[in-house]
């Protein structure tokens, strides 16, 4: 494990405990519908994200710990990837759409580097989308070849992202990846989002953040609302609960009450355009609500 690996992984496991164990899959790269395919090489996530859709996954793998706790690593990924390979057309790859591929396990396991080798060398496009600074070891990997490096930030506010991110990189971390990955030549984007509704959703901290990805450089900007995925609202409600009390009957509204959810992303919607017409980043931001 290198030192970077090492230090991102005790500071996840200094925040909480996780179980981590070995199993096996039959596939790895999958059909997708935000891209032509996904690859995921672990099932749970120590970042812990309040917000996260991926908690879903637990109605179809029950695990006695609570999402964030837990990690499945697809120990025979490389091998069930090279048999997927022998007949896959190449296409994009989404490296991951739901369990970040370079949370704190990877710093010890190394699949999402080896599968990410040979996806590249088989002519696949990789699309990277994480908050770990740990990418930062692979941009070697992906210098000079059919790649995209991306992260996704919920909020310009380090205070916030603790409280919604546990055990995700930094914001600084964050944006660093854009930076090394712009030295190595690589195409870079972002994805800001889910906005924080009357947290991180005001013009002024959209176009704050248009701002840094203006400054960056950044090729292409995704902004996200809140959604109401499985098993979302109940992390949502606690940490409301905790922190923002007054906050946890609008949230309610807003994922729950269709008037008042069509309501909300319209006028975020608009914020955001307004925001990226200031910053003049308007061709660059893209919507997925």
């Known amino acids: ?37 996904s690859l995921n090489c672990y099932t749970g996530c120590a970042h812990a994200c309040a917000y996260c859709y991926a908690r879903s996954m637990q109605g179809f793998h029950p695990h006695a710990e609570s999402w964030g706790e837990f990690v499945d690593v697809k120990g025979n990924a490389v091998e069930v990837l090279k048999r997927q390979l022998r007949r896959a057309e190449p296409g994009d790859v989404f490296v991951s759409s739901a369990c970040d591929a370079w949370q704190p396990v990877e710093a010890r396991y ?17 699309n990277v989308l994480t908050k770990s600074a740990l990418v930062l070891r692979d941009l070697e990997v992906f210098a000079g070849r059919t790649a995209q490096i991306g992260t ?4 310009l506010d380090e205070r916030l992202a603790r409280l919604w991110e546990p055990g995700a990189g930094t914001i600084d971390q964050r944006f660093q990846v854009i930076e090394e990955a712009r030295r190595w030549g690589l195409p870079t984007s972002v994805m800001f989002g889910p906005l924080l509704p009357w947290l991180s959703d005001d013009e002024a901290s959209i176009e704050a953040m248009f701002r840094r990805a203006k400054t960056l450089g950044i090729n292409r900007i995704w902004v ?10 109940p992390a949502v409600a606690t940490l409301l609960r905790r922190h923002f009390p007054e906050l946890r009957e609008p949230y309610r509204r807003v994922l729950f009450d269709k008037t008042a959810r069509n309501r909300y992303l319209v006028e975020l919607g608009t914020r955001v355009r307004a925001a990226a017409e200031r910053v003049g980043v308007a061709d660059r931001v893209g919507a997925c609500f």
């Open 224 to 233: 996200d609302g809140l959604n109401p995925r499985p098993r979302v609202w």
């Open 1 to 37: 494990m290198d030192r970077l690996g090492e230090t991102l992984e005790a500071a996840a496991a200094a925040r909480r405990q996780v179980a981590v164990r070995e199993t096996v899959c039959k596939t790895l790269l999958n059909r997708s519908g935000i891209s032509d395919y």
């Open 110 to 126: 190394g699949l999402t580097r080896r599968c990410c080798e040979l996806l590249l060398e088989r002519g696949f496009q990789v």
């Open 152 to 155: 996704t930030i919920t909020t």
